[in-house]
């Protein structure tokens, strides 16, 4: 048993208008009609058009946003100029300049979308997400064990693991998922999350995915069916049931 990445979620007050925010960035096309997918979901979803094969998902939340996001996007550029239009085209779609203690000298800009969930257009030409595509990277802020764990979980293999740092991408390429170390930010409440679909039966992948570590959480069941994890740091994140 094993899991894909089906999409990488953000909770959202007004998912259709930030779904049109993050297409209108990345130049994305809606995704058809949910049938047209083996697992259910219950959000408004877009095909990311990276080689990972994931989408980028937007589910409804009330929660408010109490602190800097533990997962964000960097995206990729190849040029200064492309990194400038980026950046002018996200301002123009609602964006707005966003202030994370990353001092004056960086070479990539931060930003924030229109419900306040940080992300960074990089400088030029980032070696180290060369050939990712344009979202480059999910960065997130957690310990090496978790990097362990969804290295696992996705059977995505390790592409970094130095000083507590880890990365996993996908063997078919695109968006690498890396994690800072320690120490860990608080918990924002409204974030990103991963929705995971399983290759068999969701509830034997619920099983492996509790002994490499992961813990149920108690919340009612989502409109989907899915069920509701907690990686090794405490993460939220879904597996979707066949439909």
Not at 138 to 152: I, R
Request: contains cysteine.
């Amino acid at each position: 048993m094993s899991s894909r990445l089906f999409a990488i979620t953000f909770d959202a007050h007004e998912p259709e208008h930030l779904a049109r925010f993050w297409s209108g960035l990345l130049g994305l096309e809606r995704a058809g009609d949910s049938s047209s997918t083996s697992h259910s979901y219950d959000g408004v979803a877009v095909p990311s058009a990276n080689d990972a094969g994931y989408r980028l998902g937007f589910r409804p939340s009330p929660t408010r946003k109490v602190a800097q996001n533990r997962l964000h996007f960097d995206l990729n550029t190849s040029s200064p100029e492309e990194q400038r239009e980026t950046v002018a085209r996200a301002l123009d779609l609602g964006a707005h300049h966003a202030d994370i203690g990353q001092g004056p000298d960086i070479p990539h800009v931060v930003l924030a979308d229109p419900e306040g969930n940080e992300f960074c257009v990089l400088e030029p030409d980032n070696k180290f997400l060369a050939g990712c595509g344009v979202i480059g990277a999910l960065a997130c802020d957690g310990s090496q064990a978790v990097g362990y764990f969804w290295s696992e979980a996705l059977g995505w293999p390790l592409v970094w693991d130095q000083d507590e740092e880890t990365a996993v991408q996908s063997p078919d390429g695109g968006t690498k998922i890396t994690w800072g170390g320690p120490p860990r930010m608080p918990d924002p409440a409204k974030d990103l999350h991963l929705d995971l679909a399983p290759d068999g039966d969701q509830r034997a992948e619920v099983e492996r995915l509790l002994s490499l570590g992961a813990k149920r959480l108690d919340h009612a069941p989502s409109g989907d069916g899915a069920v509701l994890l907690a990686d090794p740091d405490g993460n939220e994140f879904r597996v979707l049931p066949h439909r």
